[in-house]
């Protein structure tokens, strides 16, 4: 009986055939939207921390910033029956005296929810619209943070530390990758409904 040598297909040739630098240029393809909105990511909070170590920054726009959100915070606080006065950056009351400082600011995590906004692969409508509503809860979210720190200070000044420094950060962070996680699941879901 005589027999013939297989063919081999034309996939196992060219997986044999394949050079190991063929091979991770294929991965490099693959993973390319997440190596790009890694890079986009990376360069933009460099150039961002990069800007916050300027006398620009820090000797004219953090000062007139702090004051602006010292000012919101008090009046959201005379809202609520607490006799406060600005000066700068520091809200002050007869009971109680709170300087906001750089840090207190949400800068950084606005910013940095902002560029992952900006650098997902989406519609650029939906990316700027998610970036400036985002921008805006967040605001509030730090606002409604100051309003209870200053409560805290006031009634309970022994928790404030700890509120502070323990648990309000913790949860302004949960909350921004919170409302990141939000935007990219509305984002896919219409995506999805005008695909079909």
């Known amino acids: 009986m005589k027999t013939t040598p297989r063919k081999r297909s034309k996939k196992q040739t060219s997986s044999t055939s394949e050079t190991p630098l063929v091979r991770i240029t294929t991965a490099l393809k693959k993973r390319l939207p997440q190596l790009r909105f890694f890079a986009i990511v990376v360069v933009v909070m460099g150039a961002y921390y990069t800007l916050t170590g300027t006398d620009a920054f820090s000797k004219q726009f953090l000062p007139a910033y702090l004051t602006v959100i010292a000012s919101v915070t008090s009046g959201v606080l005379s809202l609520l029956g607490f006799g406060t006065v600005t000066s700068g950056s520091v809200v002050s009351s007869t009971a109680f ?32 619209l998610g970036a400036l509503i985002g921008s805006i809860v967040l605001y509030a979210i730090n606002i409604i943070r100051l309003v209870t720190l200053f409560w805290t200070g006031t009634y309970k000044r022994e928790y404030f530390e700890v509120l502070h420094i323990e648990i309000w950060q913790a949860l302004f962070i949960i909350l921004a990758l919170a409302l990141f996680v939000v935007w990219v ?12």
């Open 97 to 128: 005296s709170m300087n906001i400082a750089y840090g207190c600011d949400a800068l950084e995590p606005t910013f940095l929810f902002m560029v992952v906004v900006v650098a997902f692969p989406s519609e650029w409508k939906k990316k700027i």
């Open 185 to 196: 699941s509305l984002t896919e879901r219409t995506a999805h409904r005008e695909a079909v």
